[in-house]
């Protein structure tokens, strides 16, 4: 019974992990679609830009400014992709587990047997 109730904590263990994940990846999701909208905003200002530096707001090009935001997107792109990967194998983990607890439970509580 030692080993079911491991393979049980890990179970949520793995699954409390992938909703951090999946909590954490939507964040960025966010900030990914927040930068688009400000992307979109400097292609169409034909004005004066600025760019908040520390407690000040400084004019700056919009090349500069299109240049942060991409590499910020872009930034944020790879975090959610690698994510995306952590979440995948967790989840097959997960499936994984929860295929031998199944197992186990149906055995009586004894791995491999």
Known sequence: MENLEKLITEVQMKN??????AMQKQT???????LEQALEEVEKSDGDLYKLVGPILMK???????????????D??????SMEKQ???????????????QDMINRGGKAGE
């Open 16 to 21: 409390q992990m992938l909703q951090n994940i």
């Open 60 to 74: 700056t090009d919009k090349t500069s400014v299109k240049n942060d935001l991409d590499e910020k997107k872009d």
């Open 76 to 81: 944020i792109d790879i975090k959610v992709k």
């Open 87 to 101: 979440e995948k194998k967790l989840s097959d983990q997960i499936t994984e587990n929860q295929k031998v607890l």
């Open 28 to 34: 960025l999701m966010i900030q990914s679609k927040e």
